[in-house]
């Protein structure tokens, strides 16, 4: 009996042990994503690597965007390799044969990965990602909130 009293006590010490090394590590990973989620996603990691160097971002992108005045902001934007841009807009649900062309030359941020529309009112920056551009505020930050993947342009396949 007395054996199997240490056996039960050796095992609750462990089972404790395990809970608290979990709980530990848990709460380190949290940490870690936490630190990681509030990370400014305009800025570079790697200087190395960026939008710029590492992705293939020449080509067309198309999203509807909200709008205050109208369904949507239907956008079309182009990059080129020479550095200009071409961006297409129409509004939605509201003199749907209107829109509106741009042309001009897009430049990069000292991160590489967000490029201006040069020539364009603010808000006229754009976040690159793996095939896609996130439409920036007026700071050039993400938009946040139910809203945010609805600033998002995604590439169209050549």
Known sequence: MHQIRINRTLLMAGLLLLTMITMVSA????????????????????????SRNSLDYLGSYYGVLPAAEAEGLETFITLREDGSYEKITRFLGKDDYKHYEDYGKYTWNDA???????????????????????????????????????????????
């Open 27 to 50: 709460t380190a990973c949290k940490a870690g994503v936490k630190k990681n989620a509030n990370a400014d996603e305009t800025s570079a990691a790697d200087p190395a690597h960026n």
């Open 112 to 158: 590489g990965n967000t490029i201006t529309l040069e020539g364009l009112p603010k808000p006229n920056q754009y976040f690159v990602g793996e095939n896609n551009l996130t439409h920036l505020d007026m700071d050039g930050k993400k938009i946040k909130g139910s809203l945010a993947e609805k600033y998002v342009l995604i590439k169209l396949m050549d």
